[in-house]
């Protein structure tokens, strides 16, 4: 029951890791398009104010729609490092929570092991106990049956001295 438990966790902590790091690389990804089309606007609005304008201005203009660019590819590069991060970070944890559901199967495994040998071991003693009182018993049966058959040869008269000397006494009646 505890391994069918522990595997259910590990099922819904993969499954919360997975939609977090969907929802990471969804917000990211919306970020950086927001800055793409920022950046994209900036350099339309830039482009628009410098038509006609002096060769100076446009020279500026031109210088300052790199720097955007060049801003937009960083901040997309950012964001690219970020989702492999972010994905990394989550196959970290699909492998630290399997390996962690490894760990408690066998952990589980060994003690049902454990408990499988200690049942053995008892029933192994309650089997000796057994053997032991049986043989008990069948010792007491005999000493009977045998005090029986000296009992009817003494009484039929077919018993030889040295048998009647020695009554044979069962446990219960030495004590």
Do not use: C
Not at 59 to 88: H, I, L, P, R
Not at 104 to 131: F, L, N, W
Not at 132 to 158: D, H, P, R, W, Y
């Amino acid at each position: 029951m505890a391994s069918h438990k522990q595997s259910y966790r590990a099922g819904e902590a993969k499954g919360q890791t997975e939609e977090k790091t969907n929802q990471m690389m969804e917000s990211l990804g919306e970020k950086a398009q927001a800055a793409k089309d920022k950046t994209y606007e900036a350099a339309q609005t830039a482009k628009e104010k410098t038509t006609g304008a002096s060769q100076a201005t446009t020279q500026k203009v031109q210088e300052k729609a790199e720097a955007a660019k060049e801003k937009a590819g960083a901040a997309k590069d950012k964001a690219w490092e970020s989702k492999e991060a972010t994905k990394d970070k989550a196959w970290e944890n699909k492998e630290a929570t399997k390996d962690k559901a490894w760990e408690s199967k066998e952990e589980t495994k060994d003690r049902a092991s454990e408990a499988a040998q200690r049942a053995g071991d008892k029933a192994e003693y309650g089997k000796e106990r057994s053997e032991g009182f049986l043989q008990q018993t069948g010792e007491q049966v005999k000493n009977m049956a045998q005090s029986a058959v000296n009992t009817v040869k003494n009484t039929i008269g077919m018993a030889g001295n040295d048998e009647e000397d020695e009554p044979v006494y069962s446990k219960r009646d030495k004590n």
